[in-house]
């Protein structure tokens, strides 16, 4: 199974992912913000990151920029689970270079399901 970068500045919402995706086999790393996804990404190479996008001290899409400048995470999967769903925002994200968009509150089995598709 995969090992995920959850990040997420809500506690409850990184634990309720947690446990969707330790429910799957996956192992999970979890981050509060972007900043601390960023050094956890440095440190443990992830396959899989699934970032907020709204987080205090580095947001989730200066976060995709950051782990796309590393060579390390060209073409890592990013999916972003937030309530932003502007197409504005979407089309901002897919420009950071996100793979995916999942709007909040999720399905767990659909998030399992895109998880499931991105990692191939």
């Not at 990184?14 to 192992?27: D, E, I, P």
């Not at 999970?28 to 990404?41: F, H």
């Not at 950071?96 to 399905?107: E, S």
């Amino acid at each position: 199974m995969a090992i995920i970068l959850a990040v997420d500045d809500s506690a409850s919402m990184r634990q309720m992912v947690s446990f969707t995706l330790k429910g799957a086999g996956h192992q999970v790393v979890e981050a509060a913000d972007g900043q601390q996804a960023l050094e956890k990404a440095k440190e443990t190479q992830v396959d899989l990151v699934l970032s907020d996008v709204n987080m205090p001290v580095m947001d989730g899409l200066t976060l995709v920029k950051e782990l796309r400048a590393l060579p390390n995470y060209k073409f890592t999967p990013i999916l972003m689970l937030t309530t932003e769903s502007t197409g504005d925002k979407k089309m901002e994200g897919k420009q950071a270079g996100a793979t995916g968009w999942l709007v909040k509150p999720f399905n767990p089995d659909q998030l399992l399901a895109t998880i499931k598709k991105v990692l191939g």
